[in-house]
C-alpha cells in the first residue's frame, strides 16, 4: 500500500508545470553627440554588438541623423554590461559617446 501511495505522489507531482517566463527585454540605444567621430561608432558597434559593417554603418548613420539609434536587444544585465563597455571605451578614446536603455 505504502507504494501506491508514493507512485500517486511521484505522478501527480511530476503533472505539475512551472511556467517560466522570458525575461524582460532591453533595447541598448546609441546617442549622437558633435564631437565621436562616426569611425569611432562604427567600431563599437562592430566590436560591442557584432554587427556587420554594413549594418553599423546604418545604425551609425541613424546615430548622425536622428540623434539616436538602436544597437540591439538584449537582457538587462547584458543591456547594463555592454553599455558600461561602450562608455568605458568611449572614455579612454576621450569621447562622450553615451549610451542608453529602454524597456521593450
Do not use: W
Amino acid at each position: 500500500m505504502s507504494q501506491t501511495n508514493t507512485e500517486i505522489l511521484i505522478k501527480s507531482s511530476s503533472k505539475k508545470k512551472e511556467k517560466v517566463s522570458k525575461p524582460p527585454m532591453y533595447k541598448v540605444i546609441i546617442l549622437n553627440d558633435d564631437y565621436t567621430t562616426m569611425d569611432f561608432v562604427v567600431e563599437i558597434l562592430i566590436k560591442i554588438f557584432r554587427k556587420t559593417l554594413e549594418k553599423a554603418n546604418k545604425i551609425m548613420l541613424n546615430v548622425h541623423r536622428r540623434g539616436k539609434g538602436i544597437c540591439g536587444l538584449y537582457t538587462r544585465e547584458i543591456a547594463e554590461t555592454k553599455i558600461e563597455i561602450v562608455h568605458t571605451l568611449a572614455q579612454a578614446q576621450g569621447f562622450p559617446l553615451k549610451c542608453t536603455m529602454e524597456k521593450e
